[in-house]
T-cell receptor
Framework: EADIYQTPRYLVIGTGKKITLECSQT?????MYWYQQDPGMELHLIHY???????EKGDLSSESTVSRIRTEHFPLTLESARPSHTSQYLC?????????????FGSGTRLTVV | QKEVEQNSGPLSVPEGAIASLNCTYS??????FFWYRQYSGKSPELIMS????GDKEDGRFTAQLNKASQYVSLLIRDSQPSDSATYLC???????????FGKGTLLTVNP
């Protein structure tokens, strides 16, 4: 059973608002990731973290920020939402073991900025 | 050249047929290879992983890896309409490296 949770599932918000997308996992994974995906398009990595107090920007430039104060929690914040931020945001985590066993994804947040 | 390339499709097969999905990657240092299935509007789910050259079978799914040719494929036997989804190929250089995803191949299985 996947134990990575994202809230909200859907969000419609006005331009200029500050929003935080929540992501939590109960699997004890050190590595967590945020991806952005537009319909029919590939996943783009926007942020990742390899542990508490460790965050890095991904391959796709993003105006969002992230924090990792606790192992299980990796929220993403947009200080001032714009229509260009409309997209699906996917959170993922991966096993802390020596190999790479792939990611487990949350159910995603579909964000619409009007 | 993109790091991970897939035929975008759509690939259409009749129910019961074998669906063959292909992926090439550019980084010869890649060590871990994954296939994800993504239904429309849903998040990706891991269906296969492969790390060594050769075939790996799991039920109706077979992943094939050829590192010399930098090629990984997924075969789905006895395709079902429920297999209709986008299949994403993902590649990593190792445990401390991020996954790089291809754009995905849309598969439609016709009843």
């Amino acid at each position: 059973e996947a134990d990575i949770y994202q809230t909200p599932r859907y969000l419609v918000i006005g331009t200029g608002k500050k929003i935080t997308l929540e992501c939590s996992q109960t699997m004890g994974h050190d590595k967590m990731y945020w991806y952005q995906q537009d319909p029919g398009m590939e996943l783009h990595l926007i942020h990742y973290s390899y542990g508490v107090n460790s965050t890095e920007k991904g391959d796709l430039s993003s105006e969002s920020t992230v924090s990792r104060i606790r192992t299980e929690h990796f929220p993403l914040t947009l200080e001032s939402a714009r229509p260009s931020h409309t997209s699906q945001y996917l959170c993922a985590s991966s096993d802390p073991g020596p190999g790479n066993y792939g990611y487990t994804f949350g159910s995603g947040t579909r964000l619409t900025v009007v | 050249q993109k790091e991970v390339e897939q035929n975008s499709g759509p690939l259409s097969v009749p129910e019961g047929a074998i669906a063959s999905l292909n992926c090439t990657y550019s980084d010869r240092g890649s060590q871990s290879f994954f296939w994800y299935r993504q239904y429309s509007g849903k998040s990706p789910e891991l269906i296969m992983s492969i790390y060594s050259n050769g075939d790996k079978e799991d039920g109706r799914f077979t992943a094939q890896l050829n590192k010399a040719s930098q090629y990984v494929s997924l075969l789905i036997r006895d395709s079902q309409p429920s297999d209709s989804a986008t299949y994403l190929c993902a590649v990593s250089k190792g445990s401390n490296y991020k996954l790089t995803f291809g754009k995905g191949t849309l598969l439609t299985v016709n009843p």
